[in-house]
């Protein structure tokens, strides 16, 4: 058999292995067995929500709960001809100035350019136990999909109130999403190492400094209680806690070191949490320390800044409530461009040893009609209760714990193989999911 002849041969066999192999594949992508790509799953989220919006899939007989500390505005959100019920709980209204709801207003925005058909119940809240009243009415009411774009800065160890409202929400039917918080490059922890004088001493010294360009240094500092119990909890009276440990604030100037300000106890019923809030000129130069007991046996420390870097940081167990909540679908910020996690995105694990994050998903985002630019796990969380409303939607008979099943089998896997503290599954891959839910069976 002459060359010409083999060469023929050979191309006439590749190409029935090629059309065998693409129906093959196309076969799996319809069963849902198949993961998308990590480059395809974050590049194409946008194209992909419109190719399901065409094919009559756009959350549909859903419901979806915005709970959100800033309230949501209605018409500027886009959803007011779809809002069933709206409740404040607490003082301030669900319908703020404009300015004071953009957070709420973007996410109900966000929330609704993906699933353009479903419908709102809108709550806002002001302090914890406002939100788990605001969880229990949507739960009340049936809500399909719950979003809390919310970060709660106490330490929690997963069984704060929040988390167990969370908890008895998803046993109820209801699926909740949250974000895994913005303090990825703002947090550490580690054990009180104290000097002489009762200062603990980070890896470098004394102070930990802050970079950032706000003008509010906001910082929180929990322990474990059991290793450091309050002086209260000591002798036993019903005396106001006097918290073991403090955050100092000082501002460098050429006249040596100011202090700026101390923190405060979080909650009288909350003995181990303190937190330090000031406004700064955010020109100057500001480091904090942390001051406790010079004979304290071995306490876990735990610091963090909503609104600055910290030069010792951690970013391990970043994750904030509601974010460390275990039935929760807990989602951290994928950067498209660069087609990473974000710096900043919060990572587990949890308090109890669970990886944490579920999903990521894009963020920054546009949230037509928000003019400006939504960003952080709060953006990426109201994408992902979107897909979330149009799995439940294409496949309405899915548990919550279903739904999270779904998009963690078909999220596009990036960073190690398999699940991981940082990304999760991977990637939130809208048409894979939906997909797989269709030809599920419950």
């Given at each position: 058999m002459d060359r010409e002849r083999l060469r023929l041969i050979a191309a006439a066999v590749l190409a029935v292995l090629l059309v065998l192999g693409g129906l093959l594949g196309t076969s799996a992508w319809g069963l849902g067995a198949d993961r998308p790509a990590p480059s395809e799953a974050s590049r194409s989220e946008s194209t992909a929500v419109d190719e399901l919006h065409e094919r009559g899939v756009t959350g549909s007989n859903v419901t979806v709960g915005v709970v959100s500390a800033t309230g949501v505005d209605p018409s500027a959100a886009g959803v007011d001809d779809r809002v069933v019920a709206a409740r404040a709980f607490g003082t301030e209204g669900v319908v703020p100035a404009s300015e004071s709801a953009r957070h709420g207003?973007?996410?109900?925005?966000?929330?609704?350019?993906?699933?353009?058909?479903?419908?709102?119940?809108?709550?806002?809240?002001?302090?914890?136990?406002?939100?788990?009243?605001?969880?229990?009415?949507?739960?009340?009411?049936?809500?399909?999909?719950?979003?809390?774009?919310?970060?709660?800065?106490?330490?929690?160890?997963?069984?704060?109130?929040?988390?167990?409202?969370?908890?008895?929400t998803v046993a109820a039917g209801s699926i909740v999403v949250?974000?895994?918080g913005n303090v990825g490059l703002s947090h550490w922890r580690g054990e009180f190492a104290p000097n002489r004088t009762g200062t603990h001493r980070f890896a470098g010294g004394p102070r930990t400094y802050l970079r950032g360009e706000d003008s509010r240094v906001s910082v929180w500092l929990s322990w474990n209680r059991s290793a450091a119990p309050t002086r209260a909890e000591q002798t036993g009276d019903g005396e106001s806690p006097s918290p073991p440990f403090s955050v100092e604030l000082y501002r460098e100037t050429e006249r040596g070191n100011r202090l700026v300000g101390r923190s405060v106890p979080y909650h009288p019923s909350d003995g181990r949490t303190v937190r330090l809030s000031r406004r700064v000129d955010p020109t100057g130069t500001y480091f904090v320390t942390i001051r406790g007991p010079r004979d304290a046996g071995p306490v876990a420390l735990r610091l963090l800044s909503p609104t600055h870097t910290l030069q010792y940081r951690d970013r391990a167990g970043s994750l904030v409530a509601p974010g460390d909540a275990q039935r929760a679908i807990t989602v951290g910020a994928w950067d498209p461009r660069r087609e990473r996690v974000h710096r900043y995105s919060g990572a587990g694990p949890t308090a109890d040893g669970r990886t944490g994050v579920d999903v990521v998903a894009p963020s920054p985002r546009e949230a037509p009609p928000v003019a400006a630019?939504?960003?952080?796990?709060?953006?990426?969380?109201?994408?992902?209760?979107?897909?979330?409303?149009?799995?439940?939607?294409?496949?309405?008979?899915?548990?919550?714990?279903?739904?999270?099943?779904?998009?963690?089998?078909?999220?596009?896997?990036?960073?190690?193989?398999?699940?991981?503290?940082?990304?999760?599954?991977?990637?939130?891959?809208?048409n894979a999911a939906v997909g797989r839910a269709r030809n599920l069976s419950t």
């Open positions: 207003t973007a996410t109900a925005a966000t929330v609704a350019d993906v699933a353009p058909d479903a419908e709102f119940y809108l709550a806002s809240f002001d302090a914890a136990t406002d939100f788990t009243a605001a969880l229990r009415w949507m739960r009340r009411s049936n809500v399909d999909v719950i979003v809390a774009p919310v970060s709660l800065y106490a330490r929690t160890d997963g069984d704060a109130d929040v988390n167990r409202a969370i908890e008895r949250v974000p895994a630019e939504f960003d952080g796990t709060s953006a990426a969380s109201a994408y992902v209760a979107g897909v979330a409303a149009l799995v439940r939607s294409a496949n309405p008979d899915l548990t919550p714990r279903q739904v999270n099943a779904v998009l963690a089998a078909t999220a596009g896997d990036v960073g190690p193989a398999g699940r991981d503290p940082v990304s999760g599954y991977g990637v939130v891959a809208p």
